[in-house]
């Protein structure tokens, strides 16, 4: 479908959507608008090594007008709902003016229940956002589309035990030809998982998943050499334990099977494993801590065979007054890989160290305004003995103002749902 017929899709939901919407102001249809600027600083927007001298290593600065909507309906009722987000943000660079672009949200979720026995949701999402540059080694404009589907059945077996069923398929794709013929992608999953939660809400799931991949534009040289995608299958056991009102423990361990579409001497089976700790310390303030040990997907599989990420996380967020909060967050992660050439060269592995770290402070001072001031910093270290290019560093900073229109008091879950689809973007 091309890009006209996607916005026409998404035009056409939102207004059969508002037609459905009851007259008279109902209190159970929320509904918010945001309009807002954005004033950005960044330094190395190409994330070249730190001691590159190209010119195009530079700071710069990006100015962004933002725009969304968003809304959640009752269908019929709170638990079975409908809830529709869209945004759109126009980028513009003073110095590096070929990265100008306009990236895009869309967010649609219907979550059903039918009775005590069945629940459900379905969803899409998809949007646009900037290439994630990395090394210099690609400094062409480059807005890649993302899709992602879900359709999820749940079968309630006893008030504690549930049997979910999930359905996934998703995709990117590029503009740029070169990337657009190596990496222009294609999946699709399955999980079954047999999920049991106790009265207190701590919860344990037993189950599989498969997810096969597929580059569908790689030449016959490109699939000769590097394959034309993969299958992973898993095996997991994840578990959340409330210890009390405040405190919630996590974990999760997977063996996970890679299996590589033609170049079977390739395959391999990794082990997964995450924990970690929530605490709302107090009704002011809220910490978390995870480690892992996990395979990443494989975006870059005409280079690595899998990359492994050991790391720690930690977040923060503080009510500093009743219009002022402050967040936090920090990681340190080590990507261990295995790279190959071709079929031909023996494989080597390395280990690159990555540190992130990222805070945020907010201001409202109003119910409709939020001043936001976030800062960000990225430093990689690649492994000397692979990669001789020393060191890369990129940061930010930016400066936010945005109003939103609500047609509620209080809190309201789709003003909620815009500022989550700021963060958690389509990928």
């Known amino acids: 479908m091309t890009t006209a017929g996607m916005r026409g899709r998404r035009s056409a939901l939102v207004c059969l959507v508002a037609a459905c919407l009851p007259v008279g102001g109902s209190a159970t249809t929320e509904i918010a608008a945001q309009v807002g600027t954005t004033v950005q600083s960044i330094d190395n927007p190409f994330l070249f090594p730190d001691a590159s001298t190209d010119p195009r290593k530079r700071r710069d600065s990006v100015h962004s007008t933002d725009l969304g909507i968003a809304l959640r309906m009752p269908l019929p009722s709170d638990r079975s709902f409908l809830a529709v987000g869209a945004t759109s943000s126009r980028q513009v660079y003073d110095a590096l003016d070929q990265l100008d672009h306009t990236a895009t949200q869309f967010d649609g979720l219907y979550q059903w229940e039918y009775g005590s026995a069945l629940r459900g949701r379905v969803r899409h999402r998809e949007g646009r956002s900037l290439y994630n540059y990395y090394g210099g080694f690609f400094t062409q404009p480059e807005v890649p589309q993302a899709r992602q589907d879900l359709v999820e059945v749940a079968l309630r077996i006893t008030p504690e035990l549930d049997l979910p069923v999930t359905v996934t398929q998703g995709s990117q794709r590029y503009q740029d030809a070169s990337l657009a013929q190596r990496y222009n992608q294609e999946d699709k999953g399955l999980r079954l998982a047999l999920t049991y939660a106790s009265g207190r809400r701590s919860t344990v799931s037993v189950g599989v998943r498969q997810n096969e991949v597929r580059f569908p534009d790689r030449t016959a040289t490109d699939i000769a050499n590097i394959d034309s995608g993969y299958t992973d299958r898993e095996v997991f056991v994840d578990a959340a334990w409330r210890y009390n009102e405040n405190t919630i423990v996590f974990g999760r361990i997977g063996r996970?099977?890679?299996?590589?579409?033609?170049?079977?001497?390739?395959?391999?089976?990794?082990?997964?494993?995450s924990s970690g700790v929530e605490w709302q310390y107090s009704p002011k303030t809220y910490l978390s801590v995870r480690g892992y040990r996990q395979p990443q997907t494989n975006s870059a599989a005409d280079v690595r065979l899998y990359v492994i990420s050991t790391g720690l996380e930690g977040r923060v967020r503080y009510d500093l007054s009743a219009k002022t909060r402050f967040a936090l967050t920090s990681s340190y992660e080590q990507q261990a890989y295995q790279t190959f050439a071709n079929t031909a060269n023996a494989s080597t592995g390395g280990k690159d160290k990555v540190l992130r770290l990222s805070a945020r402070l907010e201001y409202t001072p109003t119910p409709n305004v939020l001043l936001r001031l976030e800062g960000a910093r990225e430093h990689y270290q690649p492994d000397a003995a692979v990669t001789t290019t020393g060191d890369f560093t990129r940061s930010s900073v930016q400066l936010g103002l945005s109003y939103t229109f609500d047609n509620m008091l209080g809190a309201n879950r789709a003003?909620?749902?815009?500022?989550?689809?700021?963060?958690?973007?389509?990928?």
């Open 256 to 273: 996970l099977d890679r299996t590589f579409a033609s170049l079977s001497n390739r395959d391999t089976s990794l082990v997964s494993v």
């Open 415 to 427: 003003r909620t749902q815009l500022e989550n689809m700021r963060y958690d973007r389509v990928q």
